[in-house]
Structure formats: structure tokens, C-alpha cells
């Protein structure tokens, strides 16, 4: 039964496992199990994407699976959901752009590998970055763009969280279409990552995972 | 005696075409007076340079070179987006500017801002432009969502100028709400009960969204005089426009502002067939809608912006099931009608070559942008004239000897042969202007044909 909505999910069988899920909820299952199972299905997910089996409209299309199974678990729980996050993640696309699908996709990776993200959303203020770092006390921060234009917002970004005196207490990574090494120095981030899973991979080392 | 239209063969459609591209009219529609003999001769031997690079049949004297920037003009000339889409005067200053300073052998003319007060006007909900969503001095960005839904398939595919008119407008344009109650047109019939197709027409919604289309309509023709001048302008100094108008893949048209990324992703899954149709319905009228512009204005080349097809946005066997096959279509109908379809493969495409080479030699314009250049040569290259690969952050941060290096090593590499034009692989906003400078000198200097 278990192994069925691991599979089920990380196959991308919508209706069988809904119904896995609705029948196990009828049978007095544990909510938090079958969340937990779903968990399992994602993380295979997150591998075949790694791997290239899976693509873009996979992950779109696995996450809108696990809402389903999220909604439909939710009036059953008693307890929240307990899960161990392997570190903590400010991302979010930089100030004056307000594309948001390459970031979802690293959010989404960062999230199904173990990550607590905490996603800021599109054309977000320096200051808000310097906020969510303060408070959250992440030691790791993404950040997103796919015009030219935030080349220079990232630059002003990484200056910002460095005159806040914040600099030396995170690392940086930066994404987006037209990112490269060049653009890496340009900006003053201590890495980029032309795919979701090289942000997972930046990620993992530097908390060291 | 000359042949009518519908008895050329399609090589001699577009033969036609480039005949048409080449005697260019001014807005009068009277033959354009050039600026002097020698901006004719540099006209006609840009243009001359550009046709043998697409036909693939002989050899250029060099490597043409475009350049096709999104913003970058305006910020070049000292001006903010915003600026250049309410003051028309600043925007052609501006991408004049450009022309005259970078002398490309093809630029895309002064289309890029658009109209600010037309947009305005009619509320538009897909865009956020600058002043209006975006800050002055940044350029316009889409707003994406589902302006169709799940389930409004049937309705696009029964009759998808009635979806449109009456239920996709109201939705991306504020002002146009009032189509909302729009009569069904076949209903109009016979003198008995005519009138009462027309009692919209009466009602104060529908006024008002006829009101802002007066509006509107009259602020979208002082823009296009304005581009209209520009064109004449331009081509008078010297420099060709490399494209009349534009048409688009059938599955971005669904999933770039109808559907959105997203929806267009689950429907692949969970209505497979009534993408597939809808998609089938579409790909007549893009074909219309290109070859009517090159048509009308007299041009082979058509472009076609590339989204959902770049790689890792579909899997190998979704690009080959729900994107290849009408977008093929389209560029094959484009082509009976002597148009040269121009698509932009932005992003990577390098897994996806070896699929679309299945095109006739010499038809098409591929922009390229950071797809394996040694692969795309000896795949798509075989049969269609490709243009691009200098990248963004070369432009932006790179130095005028490192682009140097760059074309050199993409002319080396790319330009053996024919077949290749150098350019910029995205449209840009920013760059360094030595950077840009050093990507046309240096094809003028080292793309020459020995």
C-alpha cells in the first residue's frame, strides 16, 4: 500500500494516486504517513529530474499532484506535520524583474531535497532579502533574474548584504537564462547554477550535507 | 506575360518577396527616395548579403552581421523605456541612433516599446510596462495566468474568433469588457429579428468599450506612422528591416498567453487530445497571419519568438508529440507563400536540432542562442541559415578583445561556408556600447569570403 503512492506519485499516476490516497484515509490510515509517502514519491521525482527522465511539465505537473494529496490529507491531521529540514534558503527574483518559472523550479528542488525555502517572489527589494536573512537567520540565498537588467540588481543585492554587514554570514548563488561565471564575478555571488539541480548541489555543500 | 501570384512556384514566391524587399516604398507607397546613390548601393548590398546568407545557393561577399536588441537603444541614447513609449519622437531618436552608430547589416526597426498610451487606453492586463507596473527606467514584462481555462478547449476550438472576441479579450484588456456581450455574428440573417442581434451595440458597456477602441485605434495609428516614417527614414540611409511582422508556434501561442506555462504543462497530461486540437485549429491562422503581413508589407521575413520548445521545457517525446509537428506546419505553410519563417530559439535548443533540420534548404532564419554552435552548424546549419550566439553577459560585462575573440571563433566556426549572419543570441536591454561596436566590426573586418 505504502510503496503503491511512492510509486504511484514519482510514476505521475494522478488518479490512482488520489484514489490510493482517499481509500487510505476511508481505512483510517495515518494522515501523516501518507504524507510522508508522498514526501518519498517527490524525492524520486527530484531524482529522475536530476537524472534527465524527467522535465519541466514533469515537476509542474508532480507538484500539482502532491496539492491534491496536501488538500485532501489536511482535514485529517491533528498534529503538524514534523519534518527535518536539512537547512534553511532565501531565494527570490531580483528587484525589476518579475519572472518567477526558473525560480519556482529551484524552489521546488530545494524544497523536495530536504531545504526550508523561503520563497520572496518576484522583483524583490534588496531589503527585503537583508530582512528575511535577519530573521530567519538562513545561511544561504538565491537569487533569480532573466532580463540583463538584473545583472546590475543582483550586484546591487549582493552590495546591500554586504553594507548590512550580513555578507560573511551567507553564501550566494545566482540563476537565471543568461547567467554565467562572467556574470558570477560581475555580481560579487560566490557561485551560480545554470539548472535547478546545480542550486541543489551549491546548496548541500555549503551546509555541508 | 507575368504570372499571376497563384501560379509561382513557391522559390519564386520568395524570390518575388526579396524582389519586393529590395525596391522599397516609402508611406505614400511611391517608390523610396534614397538618401544618395551610395545609401542605395550600401542598401542593396546589405540586402544582397542577408538573401545569399538564407538561400544557401552562393556564398555572401561576408558574413552579415545584425544586431537586435530589445531596449538597448533606448538606454544607449540617454532615455528611459517609459520615455520611449509615450514620446514616439524620442523613440525613433533613439533607435535611429542606434542604426546610424552601429551600422548593422539588418536591425529589427523601432517596434520594441510600442505604444505606451494605447495600452493605457484599453487597461492592458497581460503586460506590466514601465510606469505602470515596472519602475521608468525598466523595460515591459509579461504577466502570465490562465486568460483561458481548463476547460475552455471546446469554446477555442468551435470558433476561436468568437473565444477571442468575446471571451479572451475582456480578460487581458480592462477596457474591453463591453465585448463580453458581443452578438454571435452568423446570427445575422434575415430582416426578421435582425435588429435584435445589434441591441448590444445600445448598451452603455458596450459603448464604453467602443469608445476606448476609437481611442485607442486612433493612438495605434499615430505609432505606426511614426514606425512608418522611421522605416523610411532607415532604409533611405542604407540599412534593410529584417522583419515585417510575426507569427508563432502553435503551442506557445497556447501556452505563453492563454494558457500560461503552467496550465499548458498539466494539460499535456490531462487533456492531451484537446491540446492537440486546439492546437490543429490555430495553425491555419497562423499561417494567415504571416503570410498576410509579409503580404501586405511586402517582405519574405517573418518572425516567429520560440518559448515552450527550449530544452528541458519538454522532454525529447512531448517536443516531438505537441511541438514540433504545427510549428512545422506553420513554417512549411509560411514557406508555399514564399515567406521565410524567422524563428528565435532562445535559451538552449541543442537537443532539439537534429528534429527541426527536417526543413527545406535555404527557406528559413534560425536566431540561436546559446545551443551548441558546432552541433547546430552540422545539423540545422545543413539546411537553414542560422544567426546569433554572442552571448548577453559577453555584451554586458565582457571586454570589446573578448567579443573579438568571440566572433572570430563563431565566424571560424559557424560562418564556414555561408549560411550564418553574426548577431546577439537574446534580445538585451544592457550592454557595453565598445561591446557592441566590436561585434560588428569585427565580421566587417574578419567575415570577409575569400
Redesign the interface.
Known sequence: MAKDLVNALAN?K?EEALKIVKDGLGAGEEPLKILDDAKKGMEIVGKRFADSQ?????L??SG?ILKEITELVKPKLTAAAETKRLGKVVLGTVA??????GKDIVVFMLDVNGFEVYDLGV?VPAQKFIDKIKESGAPIVGLSGF???A??SMKETVEAIKAAGLRDKVKVMIGG????E??K??TGADAYGN?AMAGVTLAKKWIGA | MEKKWEELTPDEKQEALFNRWLSPKDPQGNDLKFQSPQTEKAYKERLARIKDAIQMKKLPDRVPVFVAPSFFPVYYAGITPKESMYDYDKCCMAFKKFVIDFEPDGNLGAYVPGPGKFFDTLDYKLYSWPGHGVAPEQSYQCNEGEYMKADEYDALIDDPSNFFSNIYLPRVFGALEGFKMLPMLPGILEIYGVAVNFIPFGLPPVQATYKALFEAGAEALKWIGAMGAWNAEITAAGFPIIAAGFTKAPFDVIGDTLRGTRSIMLDMYRQPDKLLEAMDRLTPLMIKMGVGTAQMAGHPLMFMPLHKGADGFLSDEQFKKFYWPTFRKVMMGLIAEGAVPMPAAEGHWTTRLEVVQDLPKGKTLWMIDQSDMVKAKKTLGKVACLFGNVPSDLLVVGTPQQVKDYVKNLIDTAGKGGGFIVSNGAFFDQAKAENVHAMVDTTKEYGVYK
Open positions: 505521475l494522478e524527467y522535465f519541466i511539465p514533469d509542474v505537473y500539482e525589476g524583474d518579475i519572472h518567477d518559472i522583483d532580463l540583463t537588467l545583472f546590475d537564462g543568461q547567467i554565467t562572467e556574470i564575478k560581475y539548472n
